[in-house]
């Protein structure tokens, strides 16, 4: 019987326990990459979470052996805190095959990271790329590292690289003596390249027991739901007090943040709106309601973590236009606040506001998120382009109306069920998005997409 996959200790972690994990002790996500020369770690590296290593620090790991030249070494903690703030990675930078002594520098890295006492400095996650078109074949060596890593309990992927490339292979193989290739053919090199992924999947899995995570990716455009897919294949195997740091680390998947902003909304900020809300002839409700909107913005920057941020979002007149995007009569409120005497009774109608506040930032915050796929950073003209698409759609309206709706009596003073609330009018603006974009957009153009598709910003150098 093959071995078993031991790739993540489950272990019972309150939702307490997870949320302050997250807010204090592990902030970043680190990732190992490895995989032979040129098979293209890079590139998905900066595909899935925006990293250019011209541009990220290397951190040199001064405590450890080092050996091999090149720019760094695996040793190295590649990180860059204005495009992705929730990562540090590993990059193996290549090994040849027959070079034992590099194989054997990634292991004693690996074992080097394992002993580490605290979660944040163990491995997270380990990517192992292998190119679907590399002539070269698995060597002794490699296997070795395998056997090895199948000891571990360090959640791993095999990534099979450039499969764009290989299909397009497969078809030249088939059409060879043809003239012109046809849809049918097409289909046919598909069909030998799943076949041979398959057979490959069978390979790992029995080498490495039942389970392993095998996924194909490539570089070009139309393949991006692959690299979507390699996206949940790492959810499903990163240990879940780990989940929330991938899901603000990862750059492909929308709905990942949406919902992780949803349902890891700190319950603190929720309650102190509930108490301060309800408070009899409390004139300071409009700046709590103030107080409320900083922490929200916060935590959706927390998540989100769009690239360019902690640069931009640092200056105050950033917070202004967001509260203008969402909230342009929150003046008229404050002035209600510091009149209105009836505390619990008109606590819904703060609370309301407060709700409002929350689905409004987490939309705009979505669809900044869908307007700078990773190679940009945002840079203010596109997120005042953004802030007033956002204005002007009718979709900020359709939201407050959801909110009006949904906060009553009932609903008001309980965080789970706010929650609840956000959950649901998030998830029908979203639906409402969905299908304006299939009146405005080609039918087959948006079945494609999991998600509305929003017009991207320009590339910065196109
Ligand atoms: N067709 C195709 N080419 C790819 C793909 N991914 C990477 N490449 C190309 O492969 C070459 C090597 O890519 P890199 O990302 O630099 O590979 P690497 O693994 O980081 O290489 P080292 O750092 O030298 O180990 C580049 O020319 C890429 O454009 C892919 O999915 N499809
Ligand atoms: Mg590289």
């Known amino acids: 019987m093959a071995p078993r996959h031991n790739s993540s200790p489950r272990r019972d972690w309150s939702e307490v326990q997870e949320r302050e994990y997250y807010e204090h002790e592990c902030r970043k996500f680190r990732i190992c990459i490895i995989g032979k020369a040129?098979?293209?770690?890079?590139?998905?590296?900066?595909?899935?979470?925006?990293?250019?290593?011209?541009e990220a620090g290397v951190v040199r790991q001064e405590d450890a052996v080092r050996r091999g030249g090149g720019q760094h070494n695996i040793y190295d903690a590649i990180v860059d805190e204005n495009r992705n703030s929730a990562l540090v990675i590993h990059d193996s930078c290549g090994f040849e095959t027959g070079e034992d002594n590099n194989l054997s520098l990634v292991q004693s890295f690996i074992e080097y990271r394992s002993a580490k006492p605290s979660l944040q400095e163990q491995l997270h996650c380990?990517?192992?790329?292998?190119?679907?078109v590399d002539p070269r074949q698995l060597h002794e060596a490699e296997r070795e590292l395998f056997r090895f890593l199948r000891e571990k309990e360090i959640p791993l992927v095999f990534v099979l690289t450039k499969y764009d490339a290989f299909v397009g292979e497969k078809l030249r193989e088939a059409v060879e003596d043809m003239e012109e290739a046809t849809a049918?053919?097409?289909r046919n090199a598909r069909v030998a390249a799943q076949e041979h992924i398959a057979d490959l999947r069978g390979y790992l899995e029995s080498t490495m027991g039942y389970g392993v995570k095998v996924q194909e990716v490539s570089k070009a455009r139309k393949d991006e739901r692959l690299v979507q897919?390699?996206?949940?294949?790492?959810?499903?195997?990163?240990?879940?007090?780990?989940?929330?740091?991938?899901?603000?680390?990862?750059?492909?998947l929308a709905k990942?943040?949406?919902v992780a902003c949803v349902e890891h909304f700190p319950q603190k900020i929720l309650h102190s709106l509930i108490v301060s809300s309800a408070l009899p002839l409390n004139p300071f409700r409009g700046v709590k309601l103030g107080d409320f909107f900083e922490d929200t913005f916060h935590h959706c920057l927390a998540v989100w973590n769009l690239p360019g941020q902690s640069v931009l979002f640092t200056k105050d007149y950033v917070q202004t236009m967001f509260r203008e995007a969402s909230q342009s009569y929150i003046r008229r409120t404050n002035l209600a606040a510091a009149v209105a005497p009836l505390g619990a009774l008109d606590a819904p109608r703060f609370i309301k506001v407060g709700i409002q506040i929350v689905c409004d930032l987490i939309m705009i915050f979505q669809q900044l998120f869908w307007a700078t796929p990773r190679r940009q950073k945002l840079s203010y003209g596109d997120l005042r382009r953004e802030l007033d698409l956002y204005k002007g759609s009718g979709i900020r309206e359709s939201i407050h109306r959801l909110v009006e709706g949904a906060v009553n009596y009932g609903s008001s003073f309980s965080v789970k069920k706010l929650v609840g609330v956000i959950r649901v009018v998030v998830d029908d603006g979203c639906k409402i998005l969905h299908s304006?974009?299939?009146?405005?957009?080609?039918?087959?153009?948006?079945?494609?997409?999991?998600e509305p598709p929003f017009a991207e910003l320009p590339a910065q150098n196109a």
Request: overall charge positive; hydrophobic content about 40%; aromatic content about 10%.
């Open 229 to 252: 897919k390699l996206a949940v294949e790492t959810t499903a195997i990163v240990k879940p007090n780990l989940r929330i740091v991938w899901f603000r680390a990862q750059g492909v």
């Open 436 to 450: 304006e974009a299939v009146r405005s957009h080609k039918r087959e153009e948006v079945r494609s997409f999991d």
């Open 256 to 258: 990942q943040k949406r």
């Open 184 to 186: 049918d053919d097409w």
């Open 126 to 132: 380990i990517w192992y790329c292998i190119s679907l």
């Open 38 to 54: 040129g098979v293209g770690k890079t590139t998905l590296l900066s595909k899935v979470f925006g990293i250019d290593e011209h």
